[in-house]
């Protein structure tokens, strides 16, 4: 009568609306230390640490000092470190100075990476 789906037969998208809505770190909010999550995270505050996510937008104000690990990162803001991720959109008010591993990059105008 009823059937039984697992996770992995799931796709990315169902598995991320599963978890829930994303987490939203203020622009108000320091962190010192890592952050690790399967689901999507909004980050505009400031972060000394690493970053492991399923999904990251980085807000314009935001800036990460750290390695980036997550399926898809956006970014908008500031990052010194690496990222290593599968698609990379990087916005004309990135900053990025460190590495950058990916399978997709989209870099707008005006966007500085050194690396």
């Known amino acids: 009568m009823f059937s039984k789906t697992t996770?992995?037969?799931?796709?990315?998208s169902a598995r991320r609306e599963s978890m829930g809505a994303p987490s939203i770190i203020g622009?108000?909010?320091?962190?010192t230390g890592d952050l690790k999550t399967p689901g999507e995270v909004q980050f505009d505050g400031t972060l000394e640490g690493d970053l492991q996510c399923g999904a990251l937008t980085v807000g314009q104000q935001a800036s990460l000092n750290g390695a980036?690990?997550?399926?898809?990162?956006v970014v908008r803001g500031a990052i010194i470190g690496s990222?290593?991720?599968?698609?990379?959109?990087?916005?004309?008010?990135?900053?990025v100075i460190g590495d950058i591993w990916h399978e997709d990059i989209?870099?707008?105008?005006?966007?500085?990476i050194e690396g």
Do not use: C
Request: proline share 3%; charged share 30%; hydrophobic share 45%.
């Open 7 to 12: 996770k992995s037969n799931a796709s990315p």
């Open 27 to 31: 622009s108000d909010v320091r962190i």
């Open 68 to 73: 980036i690990v997550a399926d898809t990162v």
């Open 83 to 95: 990222i290593r991720a599968r698609a990379v959109r990087l916005d004309k008010t990135a900053k």
């Open 106 to 112: 989209t870099i707008e105008s005006g966007a500085f």
